[in-house]
Nanobody
Framework: QVQLVESGGGLVQAGGSLRLSCAAS????????MGWFRQAPGKDREFVAA????????YYADSVKGRFTISRDNAKNAVYLQMISLKPDDTAVYYC????????????????????WGQGTQVTVSS
């Protein structure tokens, strides 16, 4: 069992920056691919970014490419999402998720392929 706790959300003006953190419990953190998803009011939850187990590969939604950076620190059992040049459209609840390693590779941007989820942290970008 993995528990994920997000932090770092808040209210920021358009053009501003925030850094989200996700702390994971357990000793097998380095065996999980990690992802960030978000859900805006009235919309479905969507993929934002993901990072491989080693941190060597990262993936981004087109809408955040060049503005968001995902990283991880396996020694600290943590994954981060650095967000710059924030826009009102980035307003959402941001969720951290963990994907258990499987021999058969699973898509890293698909919600149903993640096994554990945090409770989310609210990010609000004012215009």
């Amino acid at each position: 069992q993995v528990q994920l706790v997000e932090s770092g959300g808040g209210l920021v003006q358009a053009g501003g920056s925030l850094r989200l953190s996700c702390a994971a419990s357990g000793r097998a953190f380095s065996s999980y691919a990690m992802g960030w998803f978000r859900q805006a009011p009235g919309k479905d939850r969507e993929f934002v970014a993901a990072i491989s187990r080693s941190g060597g590969s990262t993936y981004y939604a087109d809408s955040v490419k060049g503005r968001f950076t995902i990283s991880r620190d396996n020694a600290k059992n943590a994954v981060y999402l650095q967000m710059i040049s924030l826009k009102p459209d980035d307003t959402a609840v941001y969720y951290c998720a963990a994907q258990i390693f499987t021999v058969a590779a699973r898509p890293i941007s698909r919600q149903r392929d993640y096994d554990y989820w945090g409770q989310g942290t609210q990010v609000t970008v004012s215009s």
